[in-house]
């Protein structure tokens, strides 16, 4: 991996919000010596904060208009995210998040258990289920999600220092937290998958042989949650990464 920049941009330094050239010191009417963006449209950067942050309140609406844009318009949310801003509110935004796909994965996964252990299997000495297994599963979820949101958060911070960009690490955590809504649609479908295969299981409408075809499904969807998550993630890094404010 070669090396960008030698010196990381100072807070104060005016990068061009299309390429991350540094525009100390042109005129007001230049346009980016690098790529030819006008100046003004970094300078005059209309970043703002999202619906969650406005002072009507954090309220259920704002919430859901939040999560809505970042689900549904992850480009433009990240484009528009004013990143210079507390962290707090937006911790407040991942956590009830972290939440609800919590809750939804703890289902998941005690749904699988419950499966498993139904057809005869057994999993760390576990051979029969019981509720406490799925609100220990919904905790341990938590906690996982806000462990590895720091680490990546902490881990891109270095790399984005390593090549020169100026990325600190609270506006990196401001950009994964708004990111934590990209977990639902994935918890969503996990659960769906798993407590709704069991439950058809149950009233007989399907053979035993599906258990296969439940496994692949599992395993694709594994696939392609890893993929939508890395691919979300990066147009949220990637359209902050030359952020004046």
């Known amino acids: 991996m070669s090396r960008v920049a030698t010196m990381v941009p100072a807070e104060t330094d005016l990068l061009c919000e299309a390429c991350g050239y540094t525009l100390n010191g042109l005129p007001d009417d230049a346009n980016c010596p690098e790529c030819g963006r006008p100046l003004r449209e970094s300078a005059q950067s209309q970043r703002q904060v999202p619906a969650w942050e406005r002072d009507d309140g954090r309220n ?38 972290w939440f609800i796909t919590s809750l939804l994965f703890g289902a998941a996964a005690y749904g699988h258990l419950a499966w498993y252990v139904g057809i005869g299997g057994s999993w760390a000495g576990i051979t029969r289920v019981h509720w406490t297994f799925a609100a220990a599963l919904v905790l341990i979820t938590f906690v996982v999600l806000r462990i590895v949101t720091y680490i990546a958060a902490r881990l891109t ?32 479908i996990a659960c769906a998958t798993a407590v709704g295969y069991t439950w058809y299981l ?7 042989a599906s258990g296969t075809i439940y496994l692949w499904t599992l395993c694709g969807e594994v696939v392609v949650a890893a993929g939508y998550l890395f691919t979300t993630y990066w147009a949220g890094m990637r359209n902050i990464m030359y952020a004046n404010r």
Do not use: C, K
């Open 60 to 97: 259920i609406g704002n919430f859901l208009a939040a999560s809505a844009e970042v689900t549904f318009r992850p480009t433009r949310f990240f484009q528009t995210l004013a990143t210079r801003r507390d962290v707090n509110p937006a911790r407040q935004f991942a956590n009830i998040h």
């Open 157 to 188: 911070n270095w790399e984005a220092s390593y090549r020169g960009l100026r990325m600190p690490l609270n506006v990196v955590l401001r950009g994964m937290y708004y990111h934590a809504a990209h977990y639902l649609p994935v918890g969503l």
């Open 202 to 208: 149950d009233r007989g409408a399907f053979g035993a």
